[in-house]
């Protein structure tokens, strides 16, 4: 699976982004996919991921109730809408597959990244 993540920009505290990941491969349907992120200077860090079979979602404790992971398996597609944003949600976001979806939060368990796309929250 190759992936290609857009939708990031510069915007002020309180307010909303839709992330996009774009998916290519036949299998899509069959990964879990996760979002990560990576705030300069710090290690890369889960955010949230969906189930490829349950359609389940967990969230890292810091987004939870301000995020909403979701998939198209149809258009192969994978979003992350984030609200009200803070500044501290400022980094690379990354989009991941996973084949196996066993243990979401851990990055070495996924398979394929895309390049990530930068959000910057402003205070």
């Known amino acids: 699976v190759q992936l290609q993540a857009s939708g990031g920009g510069l915007v002020q505290a309180g307010a909303s982004l839709r992330l996009s990941c774009a998916a290519s491969?036949?299998?899509?349907?069959?990964?879990?996919m996760g979002w990560f992120r990576q705030a300069p200077g710090k290690e890369r860090e889960f955010v949230a991921a969906?189930?490829?079979?349950?359609?389940?979602?967990v969230y890292a404790d810091s987004v939870k109730g301000r995020f909403t992971i979701s998939r198209n398996n149809a258009k192969k597609m994978v979003y992350l809408r984030m609200d009200s944003l803070k500044p501290e949600d400022t980094a690379d976001y990354y989009c991941?597959?996973?084949?196996?979806?066993?243990?979401?939060?851990?990055?070495?368990?996924?398979?394929?990244w895309g390049p990530g796309t930068q959000v910057t929250v402003s205070s």
């Open positions: 991941a597959a996973d084949q196996y979806g066993n243990n979401p939060r851990i990055a070495n368990e996924y398979d394929s």
């Open positions: 491969g036949r299998t899509f349907s069959s990964y879990s």
């Open positions: 969906i189930n490829w079979r349950l359609g389940s979602t």
